[in-house]
């Protein structure tokens, strides 16, 4: 086992309080919550609940850190671009104590915390340094006969936005908010998940360090109901939401109440298409990185796979092999390929899907419907034929390590089971004709569509839903719309 850093039995060794206005502060009503450590079960450290009170403390820190004449108001888009690198190379240089804090909190292994959430959280901080002084507006010609005008747009900030992130990356989504959000000038609250408040709190900490003034970015951990508080809070000029479609729907009706902004970046079902004319042996090894990448609680995951007839039995044999090779064990242990899901709920929820499927008549050809530890909530990576369209495992999101195989003849037929979803949020195609793959990948109704690979990604491209998979866009030159407002400016030259 990896022993832990000094940095980081320092950071668990008192209660975590809330960040509002630059300053560490309890609940005001008291409450706190035990985080635990998913490997173990055993509590990391207790952390302050915020409550409605809490999140109208923060709603004001945040309302006066945007308004003029503030600090963070008068930095000028260069002095964002610098701090925004700043705070990227500081998260580089803090990469091993975020990477121990995320597996503890989170299960995932340290290495893969480290080389994939925590180096992608400093370079998305670098991408956006770069925009933050290219927030350009255009000049755009008027025809009104015998005056004369000069219109002009501006881009500005939203105002106080809300970041209301789960817990599969929890560093990294909660980077996705903030990063655009403070790039382009706003202010923000962020909701970490429940069960995974800590490296958004040592963010908050590493924001005070690297000079980011008090009040632009708060952190208020806490449940359901903190970020009902400030989905339902007028003083709240957008809401940024990654999460369930479920939540995603209430988030929805409750900002309605004040038309405050939303995006929603929800579930998914990702159908991953493999023609008999594809590579089998790079196809298997992407079906099986696509359907157990991050314990197979990954939003953009390809859990339906659909496998041309004559290749079904050597593809599922090829993914059943694999998947049995994968070695489950805690994330500090560097034998180690697959850590525990994130709680005791999503473990049940997991499991009693696959139990349902196997009720069902369904075939394990890889894993199992029971625990994989003694203790810890470890699910073993599993593949599942002889599935129906219309079972549980098949039309749910399951977000854990469980991948469905289905054989398809026909390139039609396939693409309409493909799209048979209430999901649009990632799909794939393997096939050897360019033809056919850009064709199919047209027809698939995502966001995302991958050919010949899987989980190929970059800060750089924009990412979000089709159909109940979200609102809007994030990340890339278009992730910066949904955390600007555009202004029209008229003026006539007399
Ligand atoms: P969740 O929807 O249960 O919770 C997400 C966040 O919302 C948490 O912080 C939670 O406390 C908060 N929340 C819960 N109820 C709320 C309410 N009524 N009002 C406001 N906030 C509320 O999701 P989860 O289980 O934490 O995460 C898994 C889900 O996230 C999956 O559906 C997954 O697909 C999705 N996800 C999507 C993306 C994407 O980019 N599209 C990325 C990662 C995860």
Redesign the pocket.
């Known amino acids: 086992m990896s022993a832990l850093l000094p940095a980081v039995r320092s950071f668990l060794s008192a209660p975590k309080q809330l960040l509002i206005d630059g300053e560490w502060v309890d609940a005001k009503d008291g409450r706190t919550f035990a985080t635990i450590n998913p490997s173990t079960e055993e509590v990391l450290v207790q952390v302050a609940q915020a409550s409605s009170v809490d999140v109208d403390r923060a709603v004001v820190a945040a309302r006066t850190a945007f308004e003029a004449g503030s600090p963070w108001s008068k930095m000028t888009p260069r002095d964002r671009s610098h701090l925004l690198w700043r705070i990227g190379d500081l998260i580089e240089a803090h990469a091993d104590e975020f990477a121990q804090l995320e597996a503890l909190d989170n299960g995932k292994r340290v290495e893969a915390a480290r080389d994939g959430d925590i180096a992608t959280a400093a370079e998305l901080f670098r991408y956006f340094a770069g925009w933050a002084t290219k927030m350009e507006g255009t000049s755009i010609p008027m025809s009104v006969p015998g005056r004369e005008f000069h219109a002009y747009t501006r881009r500005e900030p939203v105002g106080v936005v809300a970041g ?6 929890p560093l990294l ?1 909660a980077c ?1 908010k903030i990063v655009p959000a403070i790039t382009a000038g706003n202010t923000v609250i962020l ?5 995974t408040p800590l490296t958004a709190l040592r963010l908050g900490q590493l924001l005070l360090d690297a000079g980011l003034p008090a009040g632009v970015v708060n952190v208020l951990p ?7 508080a ?2 339902d809070h007028p003083g709240v000029d957008k809401v940024a ?8 729907k ?2 929805a009706a ?1 900002a309605s109440a004040n038309l405050k902004k939303v995006s ?5 079902k990702a159908p991953n298409i493999i023609f008999d004319d594809a590579d089998i042996d790079a196809a298997i090894a992407g079906a099986v990185l696509g359907g157990y990448f991050n314990e197979g ?4 995951n390809g859990s339906r796979l659909y496998v041309q007839r004559g290749v079904f039995d050597q593809v599922v044999e090829g993914v059943a092999a694999a998947a049995r090779a994968i070695k489950v064990g805690d994330g500090f242990d560097p034998a180690s390929n697959m850590g525990p899901l994130v709680s005791q709920e ?1 473990f049940d929820k997991v499991l009693g899907y696959i139990r349902g499927a196997v009720a069902d008549g369904a075939t394990l050809n890889a894993g199992s419907a029971d625990a994989a530890g003694e203790r810890g909530f470890f699910v073993a990576p599993t593949l599942i034929t002889g599935v129906t369209e219309q079972m549980a495992v098949q039309t749910d ?1 399951i ?1 854990g390590p469980v991948v469905t195989a289905i054989p398809f003849d026909t390139e039609d037929e396939v693409v309409a089971a493909a799209n048979n979803t209430v999901y649009g ?1 990632a799909a794939g195609v393997w096939t050897n004709n360019i033809g056919r793959a850009h064709r199919v990948g047209a027809r698939l109704r995502a966001g995302t569509v991958w050919l010949n690979t899987w989980h190929a990604d970059d800060v750089t491209l924009p ?3 089709f159909k109940q ?2 609102w809007g866009r ?1 990340l890339g030159s278009f992730g910066l719309d949904d955390y600007t407002e555009l202004k029209t400016v008229i003026a006539e030259l007399r």
Do not use: Y
């Not at 909701?191 to 069960?195: G, H, I, L, N, V």
């Not at 939401?241 to 995603?248: A, D, P």
């Not at 929603?264 to 998914?268: F, K, R």
């Open positions: 209301i992130v789960p817990w599969n990356f989504m996705f909701k970490p998940a429940e069960q806490g449940f359901g109901d903190t970020g009902a400030l989905v939401f990654t999460g369930s479609t479920e939540v995603g209430k988030i409750g929603l970046e929800l579930g998914g609680q990954c939003c953009v999503q999101e977000f949020l990412r979000g839903g998979s979200g994030e």
